[in-house]
Nanobody, 119 residues
Framework: QVQLVESGGGSVQPGGSLRLSCAAS????????MGWYRQAPGKQRELVAT???????NHADSVKGRFNISRDSAKNMVYLQMNRLKPEDTAVYYC?????????????WGQGTQVTVSS
């Protein structure tokens, strides 16, 4: 089992910045992917950014150039630096971890943290 705890959400004005953190604990496999997803009211959950244990990163087009995902594998932490926030970034942000067991990813989710961008 894996436990994920997010922190760092809150309210910010358009153009502002926030940094989300996610602490992972439990049985974390050597090959894994950690990432951030978000879900706005009335919308499906969508990928924001991912980072693999090999160092590869991926960002959704909607956040490229504004958000940056990073990880500290020694501490089992993943971060999401969010700059130039827009009202459409308002959502619950979820941390996720996928353990590769050789055949498939076993995915775990955090409880989510609210990000609100409003003037």
């Amino acid at each position: 089992q894996v436990q994920l705890v997010e922190s760092g959400g809150g309210s910010v004005q358009p153009g502002g910045s926030l940094r989300l953190s996610c602490a992972a604990s439990g049985s974390i496999f050597s090959i894994n992917i950690m990432g951030w997803y978000r879900q706005a009211p009335g919308k499906q959950r969508e990928l924001v950014a991912t980072t693999s244990s090999s160092g590869l990163t991926n960002h959704a087009d909607s956040v490229k150039g504004r958000f940056n995902i990073s990880r500290d594998s020694a501490k089992n932490m993943v971060y999401l630096q969010m700059n130039r926030l827009k009202p459409e970034d308002t959502a619950v942000y979820y941390c996720a971890l996928g353990n590769w067991d050789g055949d498939a990813f076993q995915t775990y989710w955090g409880q989510g943290t609210q990000v609100t961008v409003s003037s």
